[in-house]
């Protein structure tokens, strides 16, 4: 006697798990734009890797002992590989009751589920495709009582972000603790009209302030990434999105215990584009395109833009140099002349802190006048999120080596390189810097002199230009307050030749960060 | 042919307007020239086209997203 009639049931039961929510259910998800949890699953993952676990949970209906059917439940999660690297992935299945939590003994994903369990216990990365509004109060019902929020607490998806890469994919509308899930990640991306994140829908928002708003204005994407910044990235299609999770993956370690995968490198480290020569303008006023410039400096086609539309006074990406995984963080002068306001230093602080934890050494492209400066700055708390700012570089234990292109003042500046430590700075000779900016600062420093003056304008112009002659950075040098003065030019080489030396430091350092003191 | 607003990414004031209307322009030419944070900040076309209106004059202040230049394309 085998058990064939065991397996046939196997079978069975893994075809009604493959039928998710019902074909009318599957034609609903299909016709607003979006994947089934399957169909996403097989689009992000390496062909034939997903390996699934629990297909056959869900709630069974019986005849007379006999099985008639099972709906499944409604979260999809296993192993799987994505560049040949094991991830855990799991999913909001939006066919099955909106994708609302599962009263089941084990959580099967969501916080606190098993697949936050192998990202943990395997050490390996962690892909949410969220597509759910997380409970319902249907549950209160079904259990006879209501239950303390966080009975399937963060504590677990707390944890991962100090240990292994942790991704989230907004698939389709996230409320609640699918939301919150989604914001407890590394990097996370939202598709274009198809998907919308907040902490509460519009129902709640029209009980609770009277407001009408369809979901799409209330976090869809031009919320949700351009103003707030709560996700970071934006595809225009599910396809770019996973596109953009692989890439993602690609600079990150499988965990904290091990270095970023340094591949190799076919474009020359000692490359010296000789547009950088002349790609700071002579006149101080105008400014010019930073993201041409990283683009002259790090490996051809090696940048990968974290928040592209968020705090966009300043461009966070990482890439490669020499083939090694770095952390870009360059000032746009385009943008309020690169001005630290508050939704930089937040962008600033998330991408040190994010670089700091998988060991991937931190470059400086600096050209900040200082903290963004004005009423509404004052009261959006810019200082208090500058000072931030400062605080999490000074915490980094990873090389920083800080380029300094053109302004370099104020606390801004000071968050940009360490000035006492190892960290290398250097500038080019388009670089100034000081404590405060000449223009404002000889105004306040010689308010009196000025006033007294028979032309205060002349006097103060004439005070401008003899404290100019000072701000050459030639000058800097010599006195070794900053390491060199390099040649444009030179910019690729030196760079990847101390962070090709800092890869001792980086590998005899692995391990989780810990964390202490109080962030400002 | 479509018409295209040219918008400031940033707030400031109108420093120089470089086009003048029915100018043929280029994508990525500048249209206008706004001062912001002491730093002349381009106002770009983001595709070819002929300058059909302009929104602002030289001098005026102008808010994040303000549309200043129109073009058809």
């Given at each position: 006697m085998s058990w064939q009639a065991e397996a046939d049931e196997i079978a069975r039961r893994r075809a009604f798990a493959d039928q998710l929510g019902g074909p009318e259910m599957v034609a609903r998800q299909h016709d607003a734009g979006r994947m089934t949890i399957r169909e996403r699953v097989a689009g992000l993952v390496d062909q034939g890797s997903f390996q699934e676990v629990g297909r056959l949970t869900g709630s069974a209906k019986y005849a007379d002992g006999v099985l008639q059917s099972v709906t499944p439940a409604p979260y999809v999660m296993g192993l799987a590989r994505i560049d040949g690297r094991d991830v855990a992935i799991g999913g909001e299945d939006f066919t099955v009751r909106g994708?609302?939590?599962?009263?089941?003994?084990?959580?099967?994903?969501?916080?606190?589920?098993?697949?936050?369990d192998l990202a943990h216990n395997y050490r390996i990365p962690l892909v949410n495709l969220i597509d759910g509004s997380g409970g319902s109060v249907t549950s209160a019902e079904r259990r006879g009582y209501s239950v303390l929020?966080?009975?399937?607490?963060?504590?677990?998806?707390?944890?991962?972000l100090g240990e292994v890469p942790v991704v989230s994919g907004v698939m389709g509308t996230a409320a609640g603790g699918p939301a919150g899930r989604a914001i407890?990640?590394?990097?996370?991306?939202?598709?274009?009209?198809?998907?919308?994140?907040?902490?509460?829908?519009?129902?709640?928002?029209?009980?609770?302030?009277?407001?009408?708003?369809?979901?799409?204005?209330?976090?869809?994407?031009?919320?949700?990434?351009?103003?707030?910044?709560?996700?970071?990235?934006?595809?225009?299609?599910?396809?770019?999105?996973?596109g953009q999770i692989r890439r993602f993956l690609s600079y990150m370690p499988q965990n904290v215990w091990e270095l970023p995968p340094t591949i190799?490198?076919?474009?020359?480290?000692?490359?010296?584009?000789?547009?950088?020569?002349?790609?700071?303008?002579?006149?101080?006023?105008?400014?010019y395109n930073m993201r041409r410039l990283m683009s002259l400096v790090a490996d051809k086609d090696s940048l990968f833009e974290i928040q592209p539309r968020f705090g966009r006074a300043l461009i966070t990406s990482l890439g490669r140099m020499d083939g090694q995984?770095?952390?870009?963080?360059?000032?746009?002068?385009?943008?309020?002349?690169?001005?630290?306001?508050?939704?930089?230093?937040?962008?600033?602080?998330?991408?040190?802190?994010?670089?700091?934890?998988?060991?991937?050494?931190?470059?400086?492209?600096?050209?900040?006048?200082?903290?963004?400066?004005?009423?509404?700055?004052?009261?959006?708390?810019?200082?208090?999120?500058?000072?931030?700012?400062?605080?999490?570089?000074?915490?980094?234990?990873?090389?920083?080596?800080?380029?300094?292109?053109?302004?370099?003042?104020?606390?801004?500046?000071?968050?940009?390189?360490d000035k006492n430590g190892l960290d290398l700075k250097v500038g080019w000779p388009s670089a100034e810097w000081g404590s405060l900016p000449i223009e404002g600062g000889v105004a306040a420093a010689f308010r009196r002199e000025?006033?007294?003056?028979?032309?205060?304008?002349?006097?103060?112009?004439?005070?401008?230009?003899?404290?100019?002659?000072?701000?050459?950075?030639?000058?800097?040098?010599?006195?070794?307050?900053?390491?060199?003065?390099?040649?444009p030019r030179e910019t690729r080489a030196f760079l990847c030749r101390f962070l090709n030396a800092a890869r001792g430091r980086l590998a005899t350092s692995l391990g989780p960060k810990p964390k202490y003191g109080v962030r400002p | 042919m479509a018409k295209l607003a040219a918008k400031s990414e940033v707030s400031?004031?109108?420093?120089?307007?470089?086009?003048?209307?029915?100018?043929?322009?280029?994508?990525?030419?500048?249209?206008?020239?706004?001062e912001s944070m002491k730093m002349e900040i381009p106002v770009i076309a983001e595709q070819a086209g002929a300058v059909a209106s302009i929104l602002v004059a030289e001098g005026d202040a102008i808010t994040e997203g303000q549309s200043v230049v129109t073009l058809e394309t």
């Open positions: 994708g609302t939590s599962w009263g089941s003994s084990r959580r099967k994903g969501g916080q606190g589920g098993l697949v936050e929020p966080g009975i399937h607490g963060f504590e677990q998806s707390v944890r991962l407890l990640s590394h990097f996370t991306v939202m598709v274009k009209n198809t998907s919308q994140v907040f902490a509460a829908g519009p129902p709640v928002v029209k009980r609770s302030l009277g407001q009408q708003i369809t979901k799409e204005d209330l976090g869809g994407s031009k919320v949700a990434v351009d103003l707030a910044g709560t996700i970071d990235n934006v595809a225009e299609t599910e396809q770019a999105a996973f190799a490198c076919s474009d020359p480290a000692d490359r010296a584009d000789e547009e950088l020569l002349s790609i700071v303008p002579r006149e101080r006023r105008k400014p995984v770095v952390g870009i963080i360059a000032n746009n002068p385009m943008i309020y002349g690169g001005a630290m306001d508050g939704a930089a230093a937040r962008k600033q602080i998330h991408f040190i802190d994010l670089c700091d934890c998988f060991h991937i050494p931190i470059v400086f492209l600096v050209d900040v006048p200082g903290f963004m400066v004005g009423l509404q700055a004052e009261q959006a708390a810019t200082l208090r999120d500058g000072m931030r700012a400062v605080h999490a570089a000074m915490q980094a234990t990873v090389p920083i080596l800080t380029v300094i292109i053109r302004k370099c003042y104020g606390m801004a500046g000071m968050a940009t390189c000025i006033e007294r003056s028979p032309d205060p304008a002349a006097r103060e112009k004439e005070l401008e230009a003899e404290l100019r002659e000072y701000a050459s950075p030639f000058r800097t040098a010599e006195a070794f307050a900053i390491e060199d003065i390099i040649d | 400031g004031s109108v420093w120089k307007i470089e086009v003048t209307l029915g100018q043929k322009v280029a994508e990525g030419d500048t249209l206008v020239l706004i």
